[in-house]
């Protein structure tokens, strides 16, 4: 999958599931069962314990039918790091220039954080495929409606606090596409690998985002 493919596909899926667990050896598990549920972007982030060596297990398990990323991504290192592992995009918390270089020198995505419009635009002018607003909750849907009014072109993303009866809100002021954490990818439901409940949480949040008209 090209860099250009990996973008157009998770602005189609809409969903990308954010994984942070304090457990890594179930993570074939929890991709499973988001794939399963209809969540098929799947970010791993770098805090999770064994993460690079999860993310690699999901790439040779799940293939294609995952669009598989890692998070939480801060250095060049961890870039070529990831990409090694299987990842086909980078997220970051923060805005750094050299992350973007590495992964599209990688022919991964770039995905950094930004929180101002000052650093959306400096982001998507280093090469961003897309930036991730965060944290989101801190600023909502509106903000998001109000920086694109005048920079239609910003590809957002918004990260933190996105929960199953906002996400319409979010589609509908603009986004490419809502990372849902811990409101979709529920510890409590990791923990006692409830693997058909995670997959259920997963339809729940493909119907909210199939609802609202691309």
């Known amino acids: ?45 770098m805090t999770v314990p064994g993460a690079l060596d999860g993310i690699a297990r999901i ?64 982001a998507t002018d280093a090469g961003a495929d897309v930036v991730k607003l965060f944290p989101a909750d801190a600023l909502g849907p509106a903000f998001v409606r109000a920086v694109r009014a005048p920079l239609p072109h910003l590809k957002i993303m918004p990260t933190g606090g996105v929960f199953l009866d906002t996400i319409a809100d979010w589609l509908a002021a603009g986004v490419v596409a809502v990372g849902a954490g811990s409101a979709l990818v529920d510890p409590a439901l990791v923990a006692r690998r409830d693997w058909d409940a995670l997959a259920e949480r997963a339809r729940l949040f493909r119907a909210a985002a199939d609802a609202v008209g691309a």
Do not use: K, N, W
Not at 91 to 114: D, K, L, N, R, T
């Open 59 to 122: 790439a040779d398990a799940l293939g294609d039918d995952v669009v598989l990323g890692a998070g939480s991504v801060v250095g060049a290192d961890d870039v070529r790091a990831v990409v090694e592992a299987g990842a086909r995009y980078v997220v970051s918390p923060v805005f750094q220039a050299e992350v973007v270089e590495a992964a599209h020198a990688a022919g991964a995505a770039a995905m950094p954080g930004c929180f101002t419009p000052t650093e959306m635009q400096a």
């Open 1 to 45: 999958m090209t860099r250009p493919e990996t973008v157009h596909r998770i602005a189609r899926e809409r969903v990308v599931a954010v994984v942070r667990t304090d457990d890594g050896r179930d993570l074939v598990d929890v991709a499973r069962a988001l794939v399963r549920g209809g969540v098929s972007a799947v970010e791993v982030t």
